[in-house]
């Protein structure tokens, strides 16, 4: 794939050129208060890598599921401040994606400076599954501009206009955040230095099917927390009381296990739970896994279970973590979570938060970025990477059919 610093080799290549980046800007908000900004701060440098060089820089991206229509509650507005802020310079806010206003923005953009469009998918064919509404959506996009850059890794596992189309119609290169998400990834799935291991929590076995499959053959070890153990628990004869189950993936627990032990790769499962009666920040206790009350539901694994997989991790070289290990927004059920963030803070080696959930956990329980080795954008993008897929977003920048 051409990258950002490819078009930068030849010095003023870029300088006078419209480029049009697509960040991903999917943050939380508050209202207008932006709760988690770690995807805007993640979209900075290469935004400020072309400013610098003297493109006029083009921001599209999207913020939650507007259903193909403006919405108040969506737009980029308050995101565009922000990225001015981290910036250090103005940024332009456009009122549409690519109409009156977006054209006339971007049109009165000079050498350096930096406009967000609105969010793209206020627009019915940034998600259309019809190949041609979609490609007509992408059109107007790159009448806007001279070059496109993607860098919103979190949408790279999406066929749509401003992730796939776009690049069809406009010479293309990688960003610098999408690189670096991709070179973390090839690590942990050509050449991870051992021992590797893989933490997954999250309430789903369903959600990291493919990522267990994948991964299977090349862990050292598998630390399953999160609601997903109780089925995991449940498939060895456990109670689990009242808390999450997939009764339709027991087999697949099942399964799991004995393939592990089959290739030599340990399944880690907690061997006590925090329970509480009902899914609130009160009454919680301690019990061994093996003895979960009926009326009691897991919200996190214990404490004794958190000092085992906290020393299995500040034991490897690898780490990819996905997936809390309980309920972490309460502070009765954040024990585990936070022995797994602390651990992957204490490695002799890569540790990569997975993204989703993960990020948002360590972010809330005052974590700094840069204590982790990698923190991904895209919790879904890195989990389909892992599983093998082929990613859309970046296959037609490497000229690979999807």
């Known amino acids: 794939m051409k990258t950002v610093s490819d078009l930068l080799a ?16 999917n943050v939380p908000l508050d209202g207008s208060r932006i709760t988690d900004d770690g995807r805007v701060r993640a979209s ?25 229509a403006p919405a108040a509650k969506y737009s980029l507005e308050p995101v565009a401040a922000r990225l001015a802020e981290l910036l250090g310079q103005p940024v332009q806010f456009a009122t549409d994606t690519v109409g009156d206003d977006a054209q006339r923005v971007v049109s009165g953009l000079a050498d350096g400076e ?33 070059v496109f850059v993607s860098d919103g890794f979190g949408v ?43 933490v997954l929590g999250g309430s789903k076995v369903s959600d990291k099917l493919g990522v267990i499959d994948n991964l299977l053959d090349k862990a050292d070890a598998l630390l399953i927390g999160g609601g997903m153990v109780f089925t995991f628990l449940k498939a060895q004869g456990h109670e689990v009381g009242t808390s ?61 279970s958190a000092e085992r997989f906290a020393e299995i991790i500040r034991g490897a070289r690898t780490v990819f973590w996905n997936g809390p290990m309980g309920v972490f927004e309460m502070d009765s059920f954040a024990a585990g979570t936070r022995a797994v963030a602390e651990a992957l803070t204490q490695i002799d080696g890569l540790s990569v938060v997975g993204g989703g959930d993960s990020a948002a956990a360590v972010r809330q329980l005052g974590f700094d970025d840069d204590a982790f080795g990698h923190i991904s954008t895209g919790g879904g993008a890195s989990l389909e990477y892992l599983e093998g897929k082929t990613l859309p977003g970046l296959a037609i920048l490497e000229g690979t059919d999807v």
Request: without cysteine; hydrophobic residues 50%; glycine residues 6%.
């Open 10 to 25: 030849d010095a003023g290549d870029v300088r006078g050129q419209r480029v049009l980046v697509r960040s991903d800007l």
């Open 44 to 68: 900075v440098p290469t935004i400020q890598t072309l400013a610098d060089a003297g493109a006029r820089v083009v921001v599209m991206a999207h913020l939650g599921r507007p259903d193909g």
């Open 114 to 146: 930096v406009a967000v469009l609105e969010n793209v998918r206020f627009n019915a064919g940034e998600t259309s599954k019809d190949a041609a509404e979609r490609g007509a959506f992408a059109d107007q996009l790159a009448a806007l501009a001279d």
């Open 156 to 198: 790279v596992h999406r066929k749509q206009a401003s992730v796939y189309d776009i690049a069809e119609r406009l010479p293309s290169a990688v960003g610098g955040l999408v690189q670096a998400e991709v070179e973390v990834l090839k690590r942990l799935t050509e050449s991870p230095e051992r021992p590797y291991v893989v």
């Open 244 to 304: 999450l189950l997939e009764a339709d993936q027991l087999d697949v627990a099942t399964r799991y296990v004995e393939q592990a032990a089959a290739q030599g790769v340990e399944i880690v499962l907690p061997t006590d739970i925090v329970v509480a009666p009902a899914f609130a920040d009160a009454d919680a206790s301690v019990v061994a896994a093996d003895a979960m009350p009926a009326d009691q539901m897991g919200l996190d694994i214990g404490p004794a």
